[in-house]
């Protein structure tokens, strides 16, 4: 049974430019939550999807987009890159039905911006 | 908004010691706790939740929680702990009917001495 799986592994960007992180649920889950984690620091919530529309966002700026395709798949897009984006990105799959299902974890990509 | 805290940064314990890390929330409203723990070179896993009733709970490899509602806390508690209990835990809330925003702490760093 395949849990979440994220790619790439690593990713290094400069300044300003754009970046796609992509993440595959754990399998008969249809929900996916992204979260940024910094050095130090806990996982904070940037959004979730659900049914392909963004369910809650939590408080990232427009910066930060999402996609979730039919497939349950999700992309997660940073335009404009700042060094503070640098952080470990995780993806996180649950069932629909309560908020409070547990939510699975993906390893992350860790993004680096110069 | 929701805020997580977590008391202790790093703990170190003697194997066979008993640990409890502490964990408060400030949502005075109706939440859903968990406990989250990252092994080293490992993913986020869940290690016990609470949604109602018996305020201890149980969880996985010997850990249990007790949630005090007056006190606005969830403490992790373990009465012997082992080397492979190092790893990095996370306290989580989810807050309020119809939300699906996880609020995590910053996470306590246990390193287990044999």
């Known amino acids: 049974d395949a849990g979440v799986t994220q790619s790439p592994t690593h990713l290094i960007k400069t300044r300003g430019q754009q970046v796609t992180l992509r993440c595959s649920p754990k399998?008969?889950?249809?929900?996916v939550s992204w979260y940024q984690q910094a050095l130090g620091q806990g996982p904070q919530f940037i959004f979730q999807y659900y049914e392909e529309e963004e369910r809650q966002r939590g408080n990232f700026p427009d910066r930060f987009s999402g996609h979730q395709f039919p497939n349950y798949s999700s992309e997660l897009n940073v335009n404009a890159l700042l060094l503070g984006d640098s952080a470990l990105y995780l993806c996180a799959s649950s069932l629909p039905r309560e908020a409070y299902n547990e939510q699975f974890f993906g390893p992350g990509t860790r993004l680096t911006v110069l | 908004a929701q805020s997580v805290s977590q008391h202790n940064h790093h703990v170190i314990l003697s194997e066979a010691a008993s640990l409890e890390l502490g964990c408060n929330y400030s949502y005075g409203g109706t939440v859903n706790l968990f406990w989250y723990v990252q092994y080293p070179g490992q993913h986020l896993q869940l290690l016990l939740k609470?949604?109602?009733?018996?305020?201890l709970v149980k969880g996985i490899k010997g850990f249990e929680a007790e949630f005090i509602k007056s006190k606005f806390s969830f403490n992790l508690r373990k009465p012997s702990v082992q080397w492979s209990d190092t790893a990095e835990y996370f306290c989580a809330v989810l807050s309020g009917a119809g939300s699906y925003q996880l609020t995590f702490g910053k996470g306590t760093k246990l390193s287990v001495i044999p």
């Open positions: 609470y949604f109602s009733g018996d305020p």
């Open positions: 399998s008969g889950h249809d929900t």
